[in-house]
């Protein structure tokens, strides 16, 4: 999602050493280096992604978040970026702690669960939600814990994280969330994008 | 089949006719031994570019030597890398200029047990100074300044190879624009010093070795030798890759012989590999060179360890490891990652899937290949990019 990119690179100050964990395709990576001249490094489970980055010339290192953030020292980054991959982990607190421990600031962005397409699904299908932000079936889906924008607030609030800014992505619209306008946002955004620490 | 004083002779005469250079600067050894006008052999592929920015420098593995690709001019054989680096391979030397020198202490050439000690005009035997990765990597970094390189594209190497790297990036820290540490490790383990002695010690317990001195008398220790071979031989290859490859299978025969004769065919592939190796390789060789990976502790010769070792690295990283490697094992590799990760430093890793062994690297691994040549080819561009900046 373009869109994603974009504001996550506008969260992003230039020139910043930034860890993408979850990387891909390298896809963002070679976004933010050319947008805003910032130093990346990714951490990819996949090895044909893997692959794809090392030709890209991006730096990247093959291994799985859930196991092998501590090799990452403490503050090493000024910003961690985690898009879309909080929901598969089994662990994502400790995830979510370990990436506040080597960036300065953690960027996590999450398909909203709240989004009012998923919710109706649910409600008068009765099915489990397939939608573009959510392309998996329930048996091949590997989101565990999905949650909603007003969950990962709630989440920031009893851990005593700092939440800095929240972007909203509905389509092509972004927009700010806050806590007062917090219920109709996480009804009409597709993806929610933290910025956290 | 010629006699094996006769072969040496025919060896050496060949080797008589490889290129080397002498290397005047005299080279202080670890051991406190300085050395000096000894002989560096080397082989280049491919051609020098006029802004001299495609150079590769490939770090040779224990039992290695300068022939990397193309037809050994000694052996007859492939070179050891054929499968990586040619014409259009991974390392293509169409398009760079790949640069490979045998280590002091070997026997292809460079200065080794077998020459000739100047103070007593007997071969060198066990006079010769035991040496270290960083010797090894000291005298091949005058082989650059011979060449006339600054700097390199890159430089790689497997095993010992990837030891002599990561020596040399420490030491060098400006030479190499990108490095390719492969299947190797910061510091030997212990189970990589105990199959070293394991190898040393059958070459030890060979009478003809006679404490070193069989050179004189243009013999070999070849039995010993050959165990030494064939213990490499098995450390090389995977539990799994071995059971596929030989299973029980036997070696042309119904059923077993009631004998010691190599009934299996793993015995037999042992066995043809062990003396095989001993037509091209000297036994006093593999003791220096296994001494000095032995020594080798890259976090022991820097204060702040590994991570000090690689501070102020500006060189771009590619550690690679193979799956199913039990002598250089995953983790090991990984340490040197995080190592690098902690300094700063500019590193990628990669895990290939194989269960071919340590030996993955030495073997057409198309994962592996590509991954290979991804890096190369993208660090050339960025190379030559930053030289224009």
């Known amino acids: 999602m373009k869109k994603e990119f974009r504001v996550i690179a506008d969260l992003l100050p230039n020139n910043s050493r930034v860890l993408d964990v979850g990387c891909g ?24 992604n893997v692959q794809k980055c090392i030709n890209k010339g991006l730096p990247v290192i093959q291994g799985n978040a859930e196991t092998e ?115 109709i946002k996480n009804l009409f955004s597709k993806l929610g994008i933290f910025l956290i620490g | 089949m010629p006699s094996l004083a006769g072969l040496f002779f025919w060896m050496n005469r060949k080797i008589e006719n490889i290129n080397k250079i002498t290397i005047t600067k005299p080279l202080k050894l670890d051991c406190g031994k300085t050395v000096k006008n000894f002989p560096l052999a080397y082989e280049t592929y491919g051609k020098l570019n006029e802004n001299k920015d495609n150079a590769i420098l490939v770090f040779h593995a224990l039992t290695g030597d300068q022939f990397v690709t193309g037809t050994n001019p000694v052996t007859n054989k492939d ?55 960083k010797d090894m990597v000291k005298a091949q970094e005058s082989l650059l300044e011979h060449l006339g390189i600054k700097k390199l594209l890159c430089a790689t190497g497997g095993s010992m190879g990837g ?21 190797c490790s910061s510091s030997h383990s212990a189970q990589n010093i105990a199959l070293n002695e394991l190898a040393r010690q059958a070459i030890m317990a060979d009478p003809v070795w006679d404490n070193g001195k069989y050179v004189s008398k243009n013999v070999q220790p070849k039995n010993g030798l050959a165990v030494a071979r064939m213990v490499g031989h098995i450390s090389y290859l995977s539990e799994k890759g071995m059971q596929e490859k030989f299973g029980r299978k036997l070696q042309e025969k119904a059923d077993y012989e009631f004998s010691f004769n190599a009934d299996f065919q793993v015995e037999s592939y042992l066995r043809h590999q062990g003396y095989a190796f001993v037509e091209r390789f000297d036994a006093n ?97 960025k190379f030559k990019n930053e030289k224009r900046i």
């Open chain 1, 25 to 48: 395709d390298g896809s963002l990576m070679n976004f933010l280096k050319e947008e805003k001249n910032i130093e990346v490094r990714g951490l990819e489970l996949d090895q044909e």
């Open chain 1, 69 to 183: 953030l501590h090799q990452f020292p403490n503050q090493s980054f000024d910003y961690v970026v985690l898009s879309q991959t909080l929901q598969a982990f089994y662990e994502p607190e400790k995830v979510l702690k370990n990436l506040l421990r080597i960036g300065r600031a953690v960027i996590v962005s999450i398909p909203n669960f709240g989004y009012w397409k998923v919710r109706v699904k649910l409600l008068f299908f009765g099915e489990m939600p397939v939608t573009k932000t959510l392309p998996n079936t329930w048996y091949n889906t590997p989101n565990l814990h999905m949650c909603t924008i007003k969950d990962l607030f709630k989440f920031c609030d009893e851990k005593n994280i700092n939440i800095k800014k929240v972007v909203g992505v509905n389509e092509d619209e972004t927009s700010l969330i806050k806590k007062s306008n917090l219920e």
């Open chain 2, 79 to 133: 070179g050891w890398w054929v499968t990586a680096v040619g014409p259009g391979k991974a390392i293509d030397t169409d398009k760079y200029f790949v640069i490979c020198a045998n280590v002091i202490g070997g026997c292809m050439g460079s200065l080794g047990p077998k020459d000739t000690n100047p103070e007593n005009n007997q071969p060198y035997g066990l006079d010769f100074p035991v040496i270290t990765i």
């Open chain 2, 163 to 183: 030891m002599q790297l990561l020596q040399f990036c420490a030491t060098f820290p400006d030479k190499a624009f990108s490095a390719i540490p492969i299947a």
């Open chain 2, 285 to 381: 060789s593999i003791l220096y060179i296994t001494r000095a990976m032995d020594y080798f502790d890259l976090s022991k010769q820097f204060k702040g360890g590994l991570v000090e070792a690689f501070k102020n690295q500006n060189t771009k990283f590619l550690v690679i490891s193979f799956s199913s490697d039990w002598l250089y094992t995953t983790k090991e590799n990984k340490d040197i990652v995080i190592a690098l990760n902690a300094s700063g430093a500019d590193v990628s890793y990669s895990e290939i899937v194989t269960d071919k062994g340590h030996d993955s690297f030495l073997l057409n691994e198309p994962e592996f290949l590509k991954t290979l040549k991804g890096f190369i080819d993208s660090m050339y561009e």
